[in-house]
DNA sequence: GATGAATGAGGCTTCATTCAT
DNA sequence: CATGAATGAAGCCTCATTCAT
């Protein structure tokens, strides 16, 4: 692994679980001073390495905020995919959805915090992140909206690129909600689940509206 | 916010805009490089001004960043207030705002990117944006779905505060999604601004189901 | 001169002498450390301005070294033409070429180190120098050289190119030896100029032997 | 010269060629990219050892490059004696060594980098070698030009100090001048003994001259 | 003997900020 | 008010060396 250069380092070689808790202190940090205001030094330090092992595990600072938040958001994806399939009714999956990704951040509250500011710190990161991990997610959500729209569930003539952009905007916006309230909630982000997608799914007005 | 008697007098008086063109060159730098990356030198540059007189309109490099998006968010703010009374039914209130908010960042790319990205640098500084400016936003937002809901148009069981978050967050990642997309999108964002409303107002689902 | 790129900063701007200051601390510091156990740090130190500094007038470290030596080389170079234009005789330039050589790095202990050690420290760095400098040296003996084949008091069938590394060889090398002898001489380097002139004129063997 | 097993019993146990394989590579990489900016890691690679094994032969990087130049060093002048003593006229000695010096370099231009720029490193570096080793080269040639004179066909009052560093410089520098010219020279530079030599023996002045 | 993962000291360089002019 | 040369603290990263296996 040495000299080597990629990111993909086994973490389960020869006993070593080093590769994790950098990612782990990393996360950590990155959750409390902000990326550009990590020390790489204090990285290090919590995880209870060297400096200079971070660089054997990775090339350099932001291939390590990467390699956080790509390991993070694999995990996340891989368990939603799998969450769904047991699901069948399209407005079922689009509630699990939400209640996976506000549970996963909402357990997590340093990993959410990096997810809400970090990964936006600059356009091109987030153009990186964006294209490479996002549209994994963005993708899930469009099956699931063509499936319901196939199912009769969901409006035929409802613009799929641009409810997907509503659904993961507005789940997205109570996480940053969330965290930026410093007294810790009394009730389990997760829970908003229901209320967000009963809104999405219903709409604001009132019933009577429709059918006009 | 120094020195602002803005609305000046004085804004004509001899060769005295520099507040202006720091700010300018400021959003135009941060936009380009983003904060971290950006150089007080290089703004001092554009703006046609020596490094150290950038230290005579704003403490440091933060609160620099700090004005330029007070400065822009106020001006929308204003301008949003006012049209908004323009308008009587909530529901084109809510159309309007969208339209305005697509609007503003739509027109300034620069602009778009600063508040899409920099403005969520870390934690503490989206916190501390949230808390001061944010507020206006949501409240205003607030305002007009409690007034639709008295007015019978929006569902008396809306949960206020979280709806508010789901327009904020499906409006905000439109303008995220436009800025990530390379290719200068050939329609207006401000178009989307019915998409989004009609999605948020009647849901996704298939009015058939309503009523149950 | 502020970010600019150019090490050619005129020394003589706004009672300014720091250019020439850092330039000699360097050649003080290398002589004594070599070049890759100089410290930018001491070089600073010696020339009294901060470490930053150092940069507003190179570009980096590398650059500080080359511009030392090229200082002191031009001034050499400049310096041995003159003196060359106002003597006749091509035996007695050469005399005079090897005194200069042998007075200009005689007379700076520092600099000779420098110019004998640290100006070959690598194939790539002794050969941009070569290339612009060295080659001016050059071209002045074989100027003289063939003035001297000319005028018929050098053998005809000399091959100027090889004589000329000859000559600079002996002269290099004698003052290789000088600073390599801890002791300092007891005699002026320079006064081996008439030695080494006369063996390379007459040659190494008898007389006797010449006509053969 | 590599995988050289002479005089070394030990040479033919269980594989063990280490020594000479580190040091071979360790010529080859300083040769490439100078002494300091060789990594220890990458001799190793290129000797197919790990970096540790290194310390097991090897006091440090220093003691590396000396012990790489000692035993190139001792190869060659053993050869030389053993060759000069072949050989009965003065003259042809001289023309001998310097054919000797040049073949050894010209034929391996990675030591001939190495001689010509590493080796001159720091003057201390300079001067640890000098006195080890350069001195028996030295000595050599002063053997050779003390018997040209008590056989009369070196001049008599030659310094033969200062003859002795003509004759090293004036070859030294065509080696320089060698790895210094990119193209591959087309005629070997062993050819250039004889024109070195006879500038030497006979001088550059017209024989004419002479005698006066 | 051999390995190579881990170490950690320390250098070069950047750049926000100051202050004499 | 304005300047911009100077400052100097501080971080990322490299790489020679060690040592447990």
Redesign the interface.
């Known amino acids: 692994m040495?000299?080597s250069s990629e990111t993909t380092a086994k973490a389960t070689a020869a006993g070593s679980d080093k590769y994790q808790r950098i990612l782990d202190a990393a996360i950590e940090v990155i959750?409390e001073?902000?990326?550009?205001?990590s020390r790489v030094s204090e990285i290090a330090d919590r995880a209870g390495v060297a400096d200079g092992t971070i660089y054997l595990y990775f090339k350099n600072k932001d291939e390590l905020l990467m390699a956080a938040i790509d390991s993070a958001f694999h995990g996340f994806i891989g368990r939603a995919r799998t969450e769904l399939s047991k699901v069948a009714d399209p407005?079922e999956k689009l509630r699990k959805m939400a209640f996976l990704h506000l549970q996963a951040l909402g357990s997590n509250r340093n990993m959410a915090?990096v997810f809400?500011?970090?990964l936006?710190?600059?356009?091109?990161?987030?153009?990186q992140f964006?294209h490479s991990l996002l549209v994994e997610y963005f993708d899930l959500i469009k099956g699931v909206?063509r499936e319901?729209q196939e199912a009769?569930?969901?409006?035929?003539e409802?613009?799929v690129k641009?409810?997907v952009?509503?659904f993961?905007?507005?789940?997205?916006?109570?996480v940053?909600?969330w965290?930026?309230s410093?007294r810790d909630r009394d009730y389990p982000l997760s829970n908003?689940a229901d209320?967000?997608v009963d809104?999405?799914?219903?709409?604001?007005?009132?019933?009577a509206?429709?059918?006009s």
């Open positions: 040495k000299r959750a001073k902000g990326f550009f205001h407005r915090i809400q500011t970090e936006r710190h600059s356009a091109k990161f987030l153009a964006s909206l319901g009769g569930v969901f409006r035929a409802l613009p641009i409810a952009n509503c993961f905007g507005a789940v997205d916006e109570m940053t909600s965290i930026l410093d908003l209320v967000i809104i999405l799914l219903k709409g604001m007005e009132t019933s509206k429709h059918g």
